[in-house]
């Protein structure tokens, strides 16, 4: 059995980056070898084919081919006997993807040219494989994203094409979707992800009502370099579910979104221009609006520090308007309402009028504070 690392490891070294991962390929190994490593705490996790994770977290893999047998993400059969380090490697997407290191030889195995293609800051795919697995329409402007001053190979550009066209995103999961977009907002440079979809036809099919506007693409761009990072990725959604109205099941086209994303989106769109236009409101119309907005059950001031954020990168909130609607808000929430429970026991109060008496409270304290 001879032991390699694969895939990111050795391209971000190459790149002198800091790896994030360790992934092995074990070639050659043996029923014998596998109960070897099973008895010192090795884990299975792979259904499909054996991938087992090292007490140290480590992810090794026995070399595997794979034949395409369906459509989609998961229509592979997989080989694993017999497998050699070049076969190996010739089943990955890119060919910066494609390079073993031989720790016992201290040298690189690049069949298919990654090394020259890391020089050249080129994105190619290794073999018309490529085109079988249609989730690599999405990983590709992912690594694009990543590495910003990377192209991509005109051969490669003209495959993924043809893919979109042909309707292989149809054949992905709406969740998998997902998660690839997720990724792209994690890795940051978002923007350059949705241009390249945008470019090859895809971002019409995965999110139609996206317009894509040069407007919209420098706001996510902010939002990527300056959004809080746990808003990060709601604030994203935000914008390009802007136009979009998801079904009951949280679908917007070809995309299976989260339940928080899609209700923050729906919660900027109602108050929005509430928001922009804080300042024209009379006392009782912001009384209003902050009981209709329900922060207290949103997740508390926390949530409407996300929700100015928000507006504020969007340059539709000034830093003045920011402070102004948060301390509107405290005084809102401090109004001397009283025990309304104690009221309604000794009669001053009918729970009829519960609505109205604590409006007109926070009406009067809203008064005082403008007059």
């Not at 991509?152 to 993924?160: G, I, K, M, N």
């Not at 949103?298 to 830093?319: C, M, P, Q, S, T």
């Amino acid at each position: 059995m001879k032991k390699y690392i694969v895939g990111g490891f050795c391209r971000d070294k190459l790149l002198g980056l800091k790896p994030k991962d360790k992934d092995y390929v074990l070639v050659g190994a043996k029923p014998r070898d596998i109960a070897y490593l099973e008895s010192i705490g090795y884990k299975q996790v792979g259904a499909d084919f054996p991938v087992y994770i090292s007490p140290e977290g480590d992810e090794y893999a026995l070399a595997r081919k794979e034949r395409k047998t369906g459509s989609g993400y998961n229509g592979f059969s997989v080989e694993t006997q017999d497998v050699t380090i070049e076969e190996d490697l010739s089943r990955r997407d890119l060919t910066i993807n494609a390079i073993a290191w031989d720790n016992a030889t201290k040298t690189h195995v690049d069949p298919f040219g990654g090394k020259l293609d890391l020089k050249n800051k080129v994105l190619r795919h290794v073999s018309p494989a490529f085109g079988e697995d249609p989730l690599r329409i999405l990983r590709l402007p992912r690594l694009k994203t990543r590495y910003p001053d990377f192209t991509v190979h005109p051969s490669t550009d003209e495959l993924v094409r043809q893919m979109v066209a042909q309707g292989d995103l149809e054949h992905l999961a709406k969740e998998r979707i997902y998660v690839e977009f997720e990724k792209a907002f994690a890795d940051g440079n978002c923007n350059e992800f949705l241009l390249y979809l945008k470019s090859i036809g895809a971002l019409a099919v995965l999110l139609p009502d996206f317009n894509c506007t040069a407007k919209e693409i420098e706001i996510i761009k902010k939002i990527s370099e300056r959004a809080t990072e746990n808003y990060l990725s709601d604030f994203i959604w935000c914008v390009l579910l802007s136009n979009a109205t998801p079904d009951k099941k949280f679908i917007s086209g070809h995309v299976q979104l989260s339940v928080k994303s899609v209700k923050f989106s729906n919660f900027i769109k109602r108050f929005s221009d509430n928001i922009i236009k804080f300042r024209k409101k009379k006392p009782d119309e912001m009384v209003t609006m902050f009981t209709e907005m329900n922060i207290k059950n949103n997740g508390g001031e926390e949530f409407l520090y996300k929700v100015i954020e928000y507006f504020v990168l969007r340059r539709e909130v000034d830093a003045e308007l920011a402070l102004l609607i948060i301390k509107v808000f405290d005084r809102w929430t401090d109004a001397p309402i009283g025990n309304i429970e104690d009221m309604i026991q000794n009669g001053t109060l009918a729970m009829s009028d519960i609505r109205e008496y604590v409006s007109r409270v926070r009406t009067e304290e809203l008064q005082r504070m403008f007059s």
